[in-house]
């Protein structure tokens, strides 16, 4: 029977490669893919809280997170063939006129390892763009991202974009250095998330709530 405790180890230090065998050892060994997610979402949970707590920092975070996705590769037709969906669907992007992605690709990496489906817009996504997005994918989550005060206008433009489509399905979450609670409570967001552990709780809560 595979290690699917070391699997997780693997993910939390980073270890690209040995995660990737170990879960092809998982698969070859017929465990059920839902086991083999439910151990790798677990570790994203652990290193999301080292990462609140202070105890790592973005670049041990990240290599997690590529850990997570490089295995999840594998995993990946195995759980389309058992019929286990995502969680939830996701779009995400950075605002128009803001270049910065670091801290956006960040978030939906952590997404990704939460077991999310994440449409990733990129950079200067326009509020139309955002729009048209959750028009096609029709996600419960749309996360906005801005890292220059200058473009924190962008956030509000796309927020009441996205509120006066009345499309009823997507919560918006927005963050960013310059980003605050207050912010988000005066531009009508459904969340705010600080960083990018925190955006995983704000989007399970928020799921909850909605569910």
């Known amino acids: 029977m595979p290690d699917l405790e070391q699997l997780g180890e693997a993910i939390k230090a980073g270890k690209r490669d040995e995660a990737i065998q170990l879960t092809q050892e998982a698969i070859d060994a017929q465990v059920a893919p839902q086991e083999v997610l439910d151990a790798m979402v677990a570790a994203m949970d652990v290193v999301g809280g080292r990462f609140q707590r202070n105890e790592i920092f973005v670049p041990e975070m990240l290599i997690a997170a590529r ?37 956006k690709n960040l978030v939906a990496m952590m997404w990704k390892g939460a077991n999310f489906d994440v449409i990733d817009l990129g950079t200067n996504v326009t509020a139309e763009k955002f729009v048209a997005a959750v028009k096609e994918h029709q ?15 962008a956030i509000k433009t796309t927020v009441d974009a996205l509120k006066a489509a009345e499309l009823d399905v997507a919560k918006i979450i927005i963050g960013g250095a310059p980003v605050t609670q207050e912010y988000a409570d005066q531009v009508g967001a459904d969340g705010y998330a600080p960083d990018a552990a925190s955006a995983v709780e704000v989007a399970r809560e928020l799921l909850a709530q909605a569910a």
């Open 67 to 103: 850990a997570m996705k490089e295995a999840m590769g594998a995993l990946e037709p195995l759980l389309v063939e058992a019929g286990i969906q995502p969680v939830a669907k996701v779009v995400i992007g950075t605002v128009a006129g803001d270049l910065h992605d670091i801290g």
């Open 139 to 153: 996600p419960r989550l749309v996360g906005l991202s801005a890292l220059l005060t200058t473009t924190m206008p």
